[in-house]
């Protein structure tokens, strides 16, 4: 998070307050759907090199 500069955006817990509301949602044919997606989510997923 340091290295990304993340640090001085949000605490660490902000940050998994943020990430804590991301929800994926799975279908009875076995399709995967994640939850809308705010930018600040987008943003640490990005930073962070996750998919986003």
């Known amino acids: 998070m340091r290295e990304v ?4 955006k949000y ?3 902000l940050l998994l307050l943020q990430l ?4 994926k949602i ?3 044919d076995g399709q995967v759907i994640t ?3 705010t930018k600040k989510q987008r943003d ?3 930073a962070l090199k ?3």
């Open 35 to 37: 939850t809308e997606m």
């Open 50 to 52: 996750i998919c986003a």
């Open 5 to 8: 500069g993340l640090l001085g």
């Open 26 to 28: 799975s279908l009875a």
């Open 20 to 23: 804590d509301k991301l929800r």
């Open 44 to 46: 640490i997923l990005e």
């Open 11 to 13: 605490s660490v817990e």
